[in-house]
Structures are given as C-alpha cells and as structure tokens.
C-alpha cells in the first residue's frame, strides 16, 4: 500500500509562512523521485519544486524560486515544503508526488514523470 497524506495547508495573511508536510508510507521518500505540485481553481495543476532521490538536487518553479524549499527527513520518511513570502498567487491545494525506485540526478517537473499522488492540502493566502 502507497499512501502520501499532505497536512499544513491552512489560511494565512500575505507575507507569512506555511510548512506543508508530506507523510509517506508504502514507499521511502529517500529512494526515488518526490516533488510537489499545485492547482488553483479554475487553472492546470503545476510544478512547484521537486528534490532528486539522492536529496543533493532541488528545483523550482521560478513562481516560487527563492521563497520555497523542499527538503525531507528520512528517519521521519517525511517530505517537506517550506513557503515563506506568501502572495495571493499561492492559494491552492498543493499535492505529494513520488516516483519511487527513480534514481536519476535531474528533478522531474512534468505530472507524467510522476506515479502516486497525495489528496493534497488547501493553501489560502489573503490580505
């Protein structure tokens, strides 16, 4: 059984921060590709920031380049995204993607390059 459970999402004012937890199990976020992804009402799902099997390769969307960061704690076979600065622009539901036994250097951006998918959590930033 693969299941990815997103928690953190929650209502905040601009200019502050979430953290946005991605528990795993099923699967260890440390062998393979995980990455997370977000979709706006009425807008197409898209690539936030993704982190390569190894842990040593990140990438982000330039929409969130410089006030997010993905990082995961094995012990806690947990995966992270870290967002600060938070604009209107942020609202959405964000999901949990892993590829799991993917062991390539590159961070994958495209939904194609991606097996499991958390229910994803809601992220709403307001003035």
């Known amino acids: 059984q693969v299941q990815l459970v997103e928690s953190g999402g929650e209502l905040v004012k601009v200019g502050g921060s979430l953290r946005l937890s991605c528990a795993a199990s099923?699967?260890?976020?440390?062998?393979?590709?995980m990455g997370w992804f977000r979709q706006a009402p009425g807008k197409e799902r898209e690539f936030v920031g993704g982190i390569n099997w190894s842990g040593g390769n990140t990438y982000y969307a330039d929409s969130v380049k410089g006030r997010f960061t993905i990082s995961r704690d094995n012990a806690k076979n947990t995966l992270y995204l870290q967002m600060n600065s938070l604009k209107p622009e942020d609202t959405a539901v964000y999901s949990c993607?892993?590829?799991?036994?993917?062991?390539?250097?590159?961070?994958?951006?495209?939904?194609?390059?991606?097996?499991?998918w958390g229910q994803g959590t809601q992220v709403t930033v307001s003035s």
């Open positions: 099923g699967l260890t976020v440390s062998s393979g590709r």
């Open positions: 993607a892993a590829n799991p036994g993917v062991r390539s250097w590159y961070v994958a951006t495209q939904e194609h390059e991606y097996e499991y």
